[in-house]
């Protein structure tokens, strides 16, 4: 079975901190792909990154970047210079299989508090 | 890209009445997913819906509560039966591999 870990429940920073949102996955699929989501208050899931499972380069969009370390399971989310805009919940997620069809297994998200 | 509404995108119900919320894509596509986001918990997924054949539902979810619909390729419906106050949740709709969500319905029960 499939299962997403996101030990850290809350993080608290102050501006311009850099954060790391960390994510641990399982699954017996060779071929699978990495998510990553942000809720903020207002309660839409915003969409931010999908990754496959054969592609460990690491990727940098703006002030977010994405470790992706297969030997470790582990996908974690960095941001940096963080911003108050940034706290929002943050949940990973994990596919099963690779299809456009597979259902999403979550994490239990990371509360993210960004102070000014 | 996808395109996802929702309707209602807010309800307030009362203890064992039924609500049915409606998703609709702006283009075609083969799955559609429901989830279910309790308040302060992660999203579960409830049931995964192909157009021509019964839902599929997850461990700990029955079709006499949450009947799914999915009359065409762009739109689908998830009703919440006989509601309960444990009811009280966001539910969204989804496609292609998660990387297209609605906007979520918002309920809550009294």
């Known amino acids: 079975a499939q299962k997403v870990t996101q030990a850290q429940t809350e993080i608290s920073v102050v501006e311009k901190e850099d954060v790391t949102l960390d994510c641990v996955y399982e699954?017996?699929?060779?071929?699978?792909?990495l998510f990553w989501y942000k809720q903020p208050p207002s309660g839409e899931l915003v969409f931010l990154i999908r990754?496959?499972?054969?592609?460990?380069q690491n990727e940098i969009s703006g002030r977010y970047s994405w470790n992706f370390q297969k030997s470790t399971s582990s996908f974690n989310f960095t941001i940096t210079a963080s911003q108050v805009v940034d706290s929002a919940v943050y949940f990973c997620?994990?596919?099963?299989?690779?299809?456009?069809?597979?259902?999403?297994?979550f994490g239990k998200g990371i509360t993210l508090s960004v102070r000014p | 890209s996808a395109v996802i509404s929702q309707k209602p995108s807010r309800d307030i119900c009362q203890r064992g009445t039924s609500l049915t919320i409606q998703c609709q894509v702006d283009?075609?596509?083969?799955?559609m997913f429901w989830y279910r986001q309790q308040p302060g918990q992660s999203l579960t997924l409830i049931a995964t819906a192909n157009q021509g054949s019964e839902a599929t539902y997850e461990s700990g979810f029955v079709i006499d509560k949450f009947p799914i619909s999915r009359p065409n390729l762009t739109f689908s419906t998830l009703t919440v039966s006989n509601m309960s106050p444990e009811d009280s949740s966001i539910y969204l709709c989804?496609?292609?591999?998660?990387?297209?969500f609605g906007p979520g319905t918002r309920l809550t029960v009294l």
């Open positions: 997620a994990l596919s099963e299989g690779a299809g456009a069809n597979s259902k999403l297994t």
């Open positions: 989804s496609v292609d591999q998660g990387q297209f």
């Open positions: 699954t017996r699929d060779t071929t699978y792909y």
């Open positions: 990754r496959n499972s054969f592609d460990e």
């Open positions: 283009s075609q596509v083969t799955m």
